[in-house]
């Protein structure tokens, strides 16, 4: 190996454990599960392996787009009591959960090859900032296009950390008509929450409901997790 070569690798190596030491918590990944046949129902996942103990986990939701809540009985979870070998992402617990809740699924009419399409997908692989972002994006099969604003608000700081976030909507029609929406609910406080970042825009298959993809960066010793989460909007 010349020298050249074994510097540029050792380098690679000092960095690899400099951007360990910076984010010391665990990822989960995102799940889009299709829509139900009236387009009323938004199902998602995530899962991951959680870094201290390595048991995968999965948690299972299905959200009623008009109301931007869960269905009853719209929240469910599974954590592993075994470990997995490293470098494993835990994606059996997500075939585990689904498996034994497919009765949520039907009884919502939610078929998982009924999907919504992409309207904007974020590329900065960056947190979002604690001063909020905006974002344009357009529906050009409905000849729509929007402006959304995620405004966060924050009280408190350390190990008493409490935001929020809601995002301002305007939304401009075919005809140069323009509505604005409030997404989302700027009372609720998450604890240990740094940022929220907009990941994705999926619109619905039948109409005009949008659901907002955010990934939220919990603090965590010596880094932050990885979540995800979904705001909607059926006007």
Known sequence: ????????????????????????????????????????????????????????????????????DFVTGGKLSYSSHNSVNAGNDGIGAFYRLVAQNSALADRHQVDFLHQGHPLYIALDPEGGSPQGERIDFRDFERGFSYQARLVPSSEGSGAGLKTSFHIALDRTGPAGDRRSFTVGNPGIKRPQIGTYKIKKVIASPLDAGLIFVIEMRKQVVNGYDIRYMVETLRP
């Not at 190996?1 to 690899?16: C, H, N, P």
């Not at 599960?33 to 938004?42: A, E, H």
């Not at 995530?46 to 008009?66: D, I, K």
């Open 1 to 68: 190996m010349s020298k050249k070569i074994f510097l540029s690798a050792a380098l690679t190596v000092v960095l690899m454990f400099c951007g360990a030491a910076l984010w010391a918590g665990d990822t989960a990944s995102f799940v889009d599960l299709g829509f139900s046949q009236d387009g009323g129902v938004y199902m998602f996942a995530q899962y991951g392996v959680l870094t201290a103990t390595l048991r995968p986990w999965a948690e299972l939701y299905a959200v009623n787009v008009s109301n931007n």
